[in-house]
């Protein structure tokens, strides 16, 4: 591999807490230029050094000047921290006469547009362990450099309108010991007026010209509002991301108008998504406070607005613990967009697990872990506070574990999946277009020229009474709620145990109805029951050889080779 110089592809420039303050043509008594990774001597101005403020990138402290100093294709290196964004203070001198001098107040300072990279040379923004910030494939927490939003700011990251952009090893946070969602408002609500609270609203903002964007090896969490909110304009690629404890939602598209993205591919991979809908308050770790939509909140993981197009390929990611659903992209009602699952796994969710829009084709689902225990935040959870879902309720309202929308001509395919519910349907089937004169949509009127594909697949069922009440019924959870015929259904190969509505012989090829045997199958009567599943199959397990072979399929969701021929396992794992 040729190693290029990095004098030859942009320039590199330093913060560090013992550099000095910026040099520039408005300040010259500045003591630094940033370009070397270096302490300020104690002596001179503009000498070869890093910055010791994160905001010198972009702000010199003079009258309404806010322009990074940096060039497209150019690397920051931040090293040490926390390094605030926003005001200094609520009042006084740090309050707008420090940063954003002469700008649009506390609430809009944040970094203006990052200089655009290229496709050849991105323009990086790093954490200074960047090189080594993961482990095995997992972040490094410990390594992460922080950044946080104060004093009303609205993002503490502005990557509206990032083009060619790489951000790596980074901690992107808030201080906030309030709350801007919920009611009642506990520990207590933000201040957003003189003087104003040490909080901001959101990690990460995007808008339609956003692209060509990468994030690497963040955790995004504490936030009063989204972790990272705004629809985008091209390829966004996420891998080893974290986006936790965020008041309202943890990726919501929606930037509150309804902007679509533009050509959006989101790339997911090795990523979590949790607790979305829960406050965190510093400097606690785990979730203090969770409102659902009845109680001022939402809670979403992924969130989208009606009228968008968005491809999205989600790899070996999670999302667990969301007050709503863990990945709605049910809103994707426009265009022509793709959707692949593969290898992920969702639980703990109060509403529904994944979620995908009519758009969305061909949709495939393949070799995840589902568990549609929508009830599951209404019982204590280790590293919760006691009382965090006092004021929580809509459990369970999707009424469903995994949706499927289709338009004609649509496909849907999930195979090799392991999916454990109570939710009152395990499969919610909807057709959004209907042959009538009007061209809206009927329900009943089917789509004749769709196909679902279902193959391979485990799905236990179990009896939960807390459900009747959501509709739920004695004896289980039902295999699929048939809102309209699809007219083209590929199914075999399936186990099924616990579900009311299914009975063997089903008229499928290959289809059983028997217990699956996991390694760890535990009793239900209490939701910390089902925290203790092991989804590997016992020897004895009537779900061992008994696949069909599917080409597309050739790994588990551990990455395991599947077999060519034979013993060819039902449900994500291949024992």
Request: aromatic content about 10%; some cysteine; glycine content about 14%.
């Amino acid at each position: 591999m040729l190693m290029v110089p990095l004098s030859l592809i942009g320039e590199t420039w330093y913060v560090r807490p013992d550099g000095g303050t910026r040099y520039s043509e408005n300040n010259h008594k500045g003591q630094c230029d940033g370009k070397a990774d270096a302490a300020y001597s104690g002596k001179g101005t503009n000498q070869h050094c890093a910055f010791n403020d994160y905001r010198y990138l972009w702000d010199d402290q003079s009258y309404k000047n806010d322009k990074w100093v940096i060039a497209g294709g150019d690397t920051v290196i931040i090293r040490g921290g926390p390094w605030r964004v926003g005001f200094d203070a609520a009042t006084g001198k740090g309050a707008g006469y420090t940063w954003c001098y002469g700008g649009d107040g506390p609430f809009a300072c944040t970094n203006p547009v990052i200089p655009s990279g290229t496709a050849e040379h991105h323009t990086r923004i790093l954490g200074e362990n960047y090189a080594s910030c993961s482990t095995g494939g997992v972040t490094n927490r410990s390594k992460l450099t922080q950044i946080f939003g104060g004093y009303g700011v609205y993002f503490a990251l502005n990557l509206r309108g990032a083009q060619y952009v790489d951000v790596e090893c980074l901690e992107i946070t808030s201080h906030s010991k309030c709350i801007k969602h919920g009611d009642p408002m506990l520990p207590r609500g933000c201040s957003s007026s003189t003087p104003i609270d040490d909080f901001d609203s959101s990690g990460i903002a995007t808008d339609q010209h956003t692209h060509d964007l990468y994030l690497q090896d963040l955790y995004i969490h504490g936030h009063t509002d989204r972790g990272v909110k705004g629809p985008i304009g091209g390829v966004v690629t996420a891998e080893r991301v974290d986006i936790a404890y965020n008041g309202m939602a943890g990726w919501d598209f929606d930037d509150g108008n309804a902007t679509p993205s533009v050509n959006g591919v989101w790339n997911f991979k090795d990523s979590t998504i949790e607790w979305s809908g829960c406050n965190q308050i510093y400097p606690g770790t785990g979730a203090d406070t969770c409102y659902g939509q009845s109680n001022g909140g939402y809670g979403d993981g992924v969130g989208t607005p009606p009228g968008m197009c968005l491809s999205a390929n989600i790899d070996h990611s999670t999302f667990r613990y969301n007050v709503q659903d863990g990945l709605d992209l049910g809103h994707i009602d426009t265009g022509s967009c793709s959707l692949r699952i593969t290898n992920s796994t969702a639980y703990g969710n109060s509403g529904g697990t994944f979620k995908w829009g009519p758009n969305e084709n061909p949709a495939v689902v393949e070799n995840n872990t589902i568990v549609g225990n929508c009830m599951r935040l209404s019982a204590p959870i280790a590293g919760a506070a006691r009382g965090y879902n006092a004021h929580l309720g809509d459990f369970c309202r999707a009424g469903d574990a995994m949706p499927l929308d289709f338009r004609q001509g649509g496909s849907a395919t999930v195979v090799n999946n392991t999916i454990v519910t109570y939710s009152p349907a395990t499969l919610d089937i909807q057709c959004w277009d209907a042959p009538n004169s009007e061209g809206t949509a009927t329900t009943g009127a089917g789509c004749g020229n769709s196909t679902f594909i279902f193959r391979n697949n485990i799905v236990l069922g179990y009896d939960n009474p807390g459900t009747y009440n959501l509709g739920g019924k004695p004896g289980g959870p039902v295999l699929i709620y048939q809102r309209d015929l699809i007219g083209h259904v590929v199914r075999s190969n399936n186990l099924f145990y616990g579900l009311r509505d299914v009975r063997c012989p089903t008229g499928h090829p290959n289809e059983r109805c028997a217990s699956p045997q996991f390694v760890s199958q535990p009793r239900f009567s209490r939701e910390q029951d089902l925290d203790d599943f092991n989804f590997h199959l016992s020897p004895s397990s009537p779900a061992r050889g008994a696949g069909v072979r599917l080409p597309e399929v050739q790994t588990d969701i551990t990455g395991k080779p599947r077999p060519s021929t034979g013993n060819y396992d039902l449900g994500a794992f291949q024992d």
